[in-house]
Every structure is written in structure tokens, then in C-alpha cells.
């Protein structure tokens, strides 16, 4: 997937996100965890990390709230994947056995998901705001500007993909 196109989706997401950010943090981490629970039933694991985590930093960042309260919510749901085959290996290997269908598969599932989406409310607003202190918004973080972060990272990815096209281009130039 290009850069382009991983952007435009990011943006797409980012503006479906922008009302939402006006909410409690509790609320915002109950819904992330449900979206990011069922996207995880038809993208892989990784990718649906790849696709929520950028967005919840400069998100959470612009609004003022420690983004790793919202990250490590979204991080744990993405190993939620338990009602159907194609959501990990495990249950495809399951499924491929023959002796269970998809909705025994969905039934079973659903339940482990709630279980899940509710351990992680519990865990991240209790241990993990002890242990990390997602309560407060970490020095660095803090600007007058709070879209400076999210400048700056996304300028430093246009500089490294210049670079990686230097590379390139010298490489061809040399050959």
C-alpha cells in the first residue's frame, strides 16, 4: 500500500474520530476498544494496530490526554480475534478441522470479546494508570501547539522517504 494511500485512509478515520474526541476518555477507550475489537475479526492483528495507533496518538496528543491511555487499549483489542476464521491463524486452523461452523465459532467468540473489552476497561483504567500514569500528559508532549507533534512526525516521514528515494535514484545512477 503506498503512502498516499495509507495517508488518505488515516485522514478518512481521523475525521470519523474528530466529534468523538470531545468525550470522556472512558467513553472514547470503551468505543475504541469495540471498533478496534470487531476491525480485528477481518484485518490481521498487526495491520489493525498499524491503522489505529497513528491515529490515536495525534488524536490524543491534540486533545490533551496521555496517548497511551487510548494506544495500549487499542493494542490489547487487537488480539481479540476469536469468531472468525479469518481473523488469526488459530482459528483458521480450528475452523479448517471441519467440526466447527462460523456462527458456533461467532457464539463462542462474542462472549471471550465482552470478556476481553472489559478487562481491558478494568486493567488500563486501574494498573495501567498507576503503573504508566495515563492520567497526566507527559512533558514532552506538551505544546503550545499540540498539532507541532503531529507536524513534525509527518514531516519527518516525507524526509525519510525522500531520502530512501535519493538512495534510489544513486543506486541507478552508479549502476
Known sequence: MTSQKTKGLSVWI????????????TVMMFVILIVVGFTTEVMSNPATAQLYLPILRDMSVSI???PLYLMIAATTACSFSFMLP???????IVFATGYISI????????PMKLIGIAMSMLAVNTWGTWIFELDKLQDFLK???NTALANSS????????????LVHLNESVLN
Open 103 to 110: 456462527p458456533d465459532m461467532a457464539m463462542a467468540g462474542f
Open 14 to 25: 481521523g475525521n470519523l474520530f474528530r466529534d468523538f474526541a470531545r468525550q470522556d476518555p
Open 143 to 145: 505544546t503550545d501547539n
Open 86 to 92: 479469518t481473523a488469526a491463524p488459530p482459528t483458521a
Open 64 to 66: 490533551g490526554i496521555n
Open 154 to 165: 509527518i514531516s519527518l516521514l516525507s524526509n525519510v522517504t525522500n531520502t530512501s528515494s
